[in-house]
């Protein structure tokens, strides 16, 4: 099929200059569409055999799109000149969530990496944020402190890597 999808579509972002919908899905093409007549401007394969499109964000104010695939990459597209930019690699599995900001910069999610990652695409680098111990192991710590007279107190922790080595409690806003 040229035009449109031909499996699941997973998710769709409108352009900031109402000129263009994309959509994406399970048959890992990012889809550009017309606002004007709704037909299908350019179909764009990802190109991997993970590559299914889970989400899409448009950088503020500009034609950028962001993409997270099931190829554990974010790609980055000129939706004006239909193209590729640049990909983005981090995640250890699969980006359930992105969103991006006004300066090149995008936020990307990851599921059972417990991970938050802030992409400075101009700057060529990124902060993660790792999420805390699961409930399997903060219970088995537990149990561990609870024999122990010294116990200390619980707090669920994330971790930011990058340009900081900081500890940050989970109550705490890191971005």
Not at 99 to 106: G, V
């Amino acid at each position: 099929m040229n035009n449109g999808h031909c499996d699941e579509i997973y998710t769709v972002a409108a352009s900031p200059d109402g000129k263009y919908v994309v959509t994406g899905g399970k048959d890992k093409r990012i889809v550009v569409w017309s606002t004007e007549n709704l037909a299908c401007v350019k179909a764009i394969e990802t190109r991997d055999r993970r590559g299914e499109v889970l989400g899409l964000a448009f950088r503020r104010g500009t034609d950028q799109l962001y993409a997270a695939c099931g190829d554990l990459k974010i790609r980055a597209y000129s939706i004006n000149q239909l193209a590729q930019l640049e990909i983005l690699y981090g995640h250890q599995d699969l980006v359930v969530d992105i969103d991006a900001l006004a300066q090149e910069r995008c936020v990307t999610v990851g599921s059972r990496d417990r991970t938050a990652m802030l992409w400075k695409v101009a700057e060529e680098s990124r902060l993660t944020f790792r999420g805390g111990d699961s409930s399997d192991s903060k219970s088995k710590k537990k149990k561990k402190t609870d024999s122990s007279e010294n116990e200390s107190e619980d707090k669920e922790l994330f971790f930011a890597e990058g340009t900081t080595s900081t500890r940050y409690p989970a109550s705490s806003k890191a971005i």
